[in-house]
């Protein structure tokens, strides 16, 4: 297996533009996770699915943050409009109850907000 | 509210030195304890994990020590290399939250020649 992989890995883009990450979780797996990662505030959950279901979204910052998983293989992070403070590496995960529920992460999306 | 507290933020060691690492948690549901290890422009990946039954698990050169009682566990390197230069993550999750993680601040580890 590939692994979570994540596209695009790097993104650069003007305030006030609409930014989409994508995710496409390891096959098989049934949770999904977006974390956001800053040297401020760590690595925090964003929000995480269960079989394509938004469990959890408090972890979502503000309307401005928009997430969806429309079937089990693709699932995406949408920013609009984008803001300098959300600037960060943007991290996708998967895992499956079957496997002791190690989350396996992607390497990430870096975004800069000029 | 930060449910899992983390230290120390960074730390420096000589090559064969034991770093530690510690976390603390305030929540009983919790009961599974894994450490996750981020190298540069990676993204994180489990290294060690434990569950309460048990005070300690070794894995290769890693090991957790587990204080149910004082709700602390830590992660112990021995002979730590350059290679192990990296940031580690506690975590924990509780029982009726299936996969959802809650995860420490992070610690910087830095080990010199």
């Known amino acids: 297996d590939a692994g979570v992989i994540q596209s695009p890995r790097h993104e650069v883009t003007e305030m006030g533009q609409e930014v989409t990450l994508r995710c496409k979780p390891i096959?098989?797996?049934?949770?999904l996770f977006w974390y956001r990662q800053t040297m401020m505030r760590g690595l925090e959950l964003l929000i995480y699915?269960?079989?394509?279901?938004?469990?959890?979204d408090s972890g979502m910052p503000e309307d401005r943050f928009s997430a969806k998983m429309p079937n089990a293989s693709f699932s995406t992070l949408k920013i609009q409009p984008s803001e300098p403070r959300d600037s960060a590496v943007y991290f996708c995960?998967?895992?499956?109850?079957?496997?002791?529920?190690?989350?396996?992460f992607g390497p990430g999306t870096r975004l800069t907000v000029l | 509210q930060q449910q899992v507290k983390q230290s120390p933020q960074s730390l420096i060691v000589q090559k064969g030195g034991i770093p530690i690492i510690n976390c603390a948690y305030e929540?009983?549901?919790?009961?599974?304890f894994p450490w996750y290890q981020q190298f540069p422009g990676k993204g994180p990946a489990l290294l060690i994990a434990?569950?309460?039954?048990?005070s300690e698990k070794k894995e290769g050169r890693f090991t957790i020590s587990f204080n149910k009682s004082a709700k602390q566990f830590s992660l112990h390197i021995m002979d730590s290399q350059p290679g192990d230069s990296a940031t580690y993550f506690c975590?924990?999750?509780?029982?009726?939250?299936?996969?959802?993680?809650?995860f420490g601040t992070g610690t910087r580890l830095q080990v010199t020649l």
């Open positions: 995960a998967s895992s499956s109850d079957r496997i002791n529920n190690e989350q396996f």
């Open positions: 096959s098989g797996h049934d949770y």
């Open positions: 699915f269960n079989n394509n279901v938004p469990i959890d």
């Open positions: 929540n009983t549901a919790f009961d599974y």
């Open positions: 434990i569950r309460p039954d048990v």
């Open positions: 975590a924990a999750k509780r029982g009726d939250t299936a996969s959802k993680l809650t």
